[in-house]
């Protein structure tokens, strides 16, 4: 029997590898593409590279610790997801939680913001709906609600909060995405077969029966 490797989740290994590759380019070039996979506090509208900025973030990271710890959930947890959702939805719904994220940042905080940090909060949020039934809150989402999203409001009480409420706020959308099922993969139709012909309404006198 023959194995093979299969690129079986190809939104969440590209965005992985994407984030890996900018990180160590980021580095060996003493940080020199920062400024391009970063979120600044002050949003210029006449600048296209902040336009940019909002969604680009998400794939650069401040240290190796940072990209590792991100990466280990975004790799256990993706696939799941893709699978349940489609890849492109997927890809839709990362995006769409790095625009929501980057305006309520700019919005309500004076620092900057990278990283995958909020995506992860939003796996991690998505993936308690992965089972659920229509009109059901699932037990799952409640505890991850109270384990995850609890500890980094405790969290943001300190030095840090500016990252916690990042964190939250990658939550937060993904509980939506999980409640409204805005993004829940389509099932096709069941094909109708065709009825046969109803050989008491043909001609008798028909030459070619």
Not at 27 to 39: C, D, G, R, Y
Not at 55 to 77: D, K, P, Q
Not at 136 to 141: G, K, M
Not at 180 to 190: A, I, V
Request: proline share 5%; hydrophobic share 50%.
């Amino acid at each position: 029997m023959a194995f093979g490797i299969r690129y079986n989740s190809p939104v969440v290994l590209t965005y992985a590898l994407i984030c890996t590759v900018v990180f160590f380019a980021n580095q060996s070039t003493l940080e020199a593409l920062s400024p391009f996979v970063s979120l600044g506090p002050n949003f210029n509208a006449g600048n296209p590279l902040h336009y940019f900025n909002l969604v680009s973030y998400i794939v650069g990271h401040a240290s190796l610790e940072h990209l590792m710890g991100n990466m280990t959930f975004i790799l256990l947890l993706g696939p799941i997801i893709e699978e349940k959702y489609g890849s492109v939805n997927l890809f839709i719904m990362i995006i769409l939680t790095a625009i929501v994220t980057a305006f309520l940042n700019i919005s309500l905080f004076s620092t900057g913001l990278w990283g995958a940090s909020g995506i992860v909060f939003m796996f991690i949020m998505l993936v308690s709906f992965t089972n659920v039934k229509e009109g059901q809150i699932p037990l799952t989402f409640i505890l991850v609600a109270l384990l995850f999203v609890g500890k980094e409001v405790l969290q943001s009480m300190g030095s840090d909060q500016v990252s916690q409420f990042a964190h939250i706020l990658g939550g937060v959308v993904g509980s939506f995405f999980g409640f409204t099922g805005l993004f829940n993969k389509r099932t096709p139709e069941p094909m109708v077969a065709e009825q046969p012909i109803n050989n008491e309404m043909t001609n008798p006198n028909d030459p070619w029966k």
